[in-house]
């Protein structure tokens, strides 16, 4: 069985996409091809997208569905016009806010998706230039990170820090262990003031040797044997200084993020 | 007014967090502070989190409101007894959705916000090194981008690169037009093969300006009279060459990217 998924949205998008998602993976038995129609702000827009979806229903013969996040309500009475399934994401939660509140919502277009201050979105682009640019541990002043992420080479530091500065604007460096931290099984004594602020990330043998391999193939660096007395020394290390540690092999980048800020008590937000 | 929310989840979070803060926009006149429970996938977790709630209810003596996304009723029954309003985000859609699909859900804990399959996370991981290795424009092919993002210095281009990369998994590289580029009004010859896919940024001289001055204090680079004249001829250039333009100045990042891939018709998913 085949649906077709339109996420609708008078902004990014993006909010329908992550909950659709969410609902749909609940379904495995079916499959879903998905759509987004952004920016729908307009009259205009609306009956563009309420035409694309009519025929994409006449089309397949099944019913699209629609996971709808404009505010408008007249502009979402026009897509319901496609004869699409409509799911609405922000309107069951509109009533029992303004009862609970005790005021009415005051609806902006697009203010729900973007168009942020200047100060929050400085904050976010600092903080990417921030883990960029104390990405390679050297020569590195870690002294106003929030979090240090510390690992072997290609464990995953990288695109996490970069995860965490751009979504939360949290100001993430990384420390890669060297072969003589390794050897020495000690930490390099710049980052010991800042122990509380350390995170470590762990992975299985076997995957971090795949990715070495796909990146220096045939080199000692990708062996299996190496990469499992890097992980083994590492973890020894985080042990021994009782830094937690996350093993990365089955995670997604979101998780990793969100439970390094949930164990070292993070609050930043994305918004 | 000032009332507590808090994002519960059985997952990271995110979920609850987006669609939680775009409802909450909606209500300008009050304050909210607001708190992140995730990963909520067990009993005693569960009961945990009531008591935190509860707690801060006892404290402020307003009700706190929950943005719930725990697919497990079971838990979130028990979330509910802290006396939370409950915002349950996916429970509405549960049943027409099974009512369209003529089949029941299969709740798997987790499923919905993380842990995803290697493929999917390999694409993102590297589309991210794909970025960092094609960010400063030297020695670069261009030859497999999705996307080639053009323009003056500090206009946005890395961070926007970075977060198509680790959001969609697309590969998006970036030119910097130099001040040769700029003062010839034309784009190096090894960028004409890849016309489709290039796209340009701009943003507000006294923006710009103001961003290079806390790079770059009192440079010339940073002077209001050098970023009108570069912006100047980089909209030439742009507008000569029929390059689709931005302007990055009051807009978030994810708006940014989300209206370059709707424009350059890339289909990328962010799951």
Chains 1, 2 share one sequence.
């Not at 998602?21 to 495995?28: I, M």
């Not at 003031?193 to 660096?221: D, K, M, N, W």
């Not at 020394?233 to 089955?250: G, M, S, W």
Request: hydrophobic share 40%; with cysteine.
């Amino acid at each position: 069985m085949r649906r077709t998924i339109f996420y609708v949205s008078d902004g990014t998008g993006i909010t329908a996409e992550t909950i659709g998602h969410s609902v749909l993976t609940q379904f495995d038995s079916v499959e879903f091809d998905t759509y987004r129609i952004p920016f729908v702000d307009g009259e205009d827009k609306a009956r563009a997208a309420t035409v694309r979806i009519r025929t994409a229903y006449a089309q397949s013969g099944a019913r699209p569905i629609v996971v709808n996040t404009i505010m408008d309500q007249k502009l979402s009475d026009i897509v319901a016009e496609s004869g699409a399934l409509m799911l609405d994401v922000f309107a069951p939660f509109i009533g029992p806010l303004e009862a609970e509140l005790g005021t009415m919502r005051s609806p902006r277009v697009g203010k729900a998706h973007g168009l942020t201050d200047f100060t929050e979105y400085e904050a976010r682009i600092n903080a990417t230039n921030y883990a960029l640019s104390h990405d390679d541990g050297i020569d590195v002043n870690y002294g106003d990170a929030d979090v240090i992420l510390v690992g072997v080479s290609r464990v995953g530091k990288t695109p996490t820090c970069l995860y965490m500065a751009l979504h939360y604007g949290v100001r993430a460096a990384n420390y890669p262990l060297t072969e003589e931290d390794l050897e020495r099984l000690e930490l390099p004594r710049r980052l010991l003031p800042y122990r509380s602020r350390l995170y470590g990330l762990t992975i299985e043998p076997q995957r971090l040797a795949q990715v070495r391999q796909a990146r220096r193939p045939g080199s000692r660096y990708a062996e299996l044997k190496q990469c499992r007395w890097e992980l083994g020394q590492a973890d020894k290390l985080f042990r021994r200084d009782a830094i937690p540690v996350q093993n990365t092999t089955h995670t997604s980048i979101e998780e990793i993020a969100s439970k390094i800020l949930a164990e070292l008590g993070i609050e930043k937000h994305m918004f």
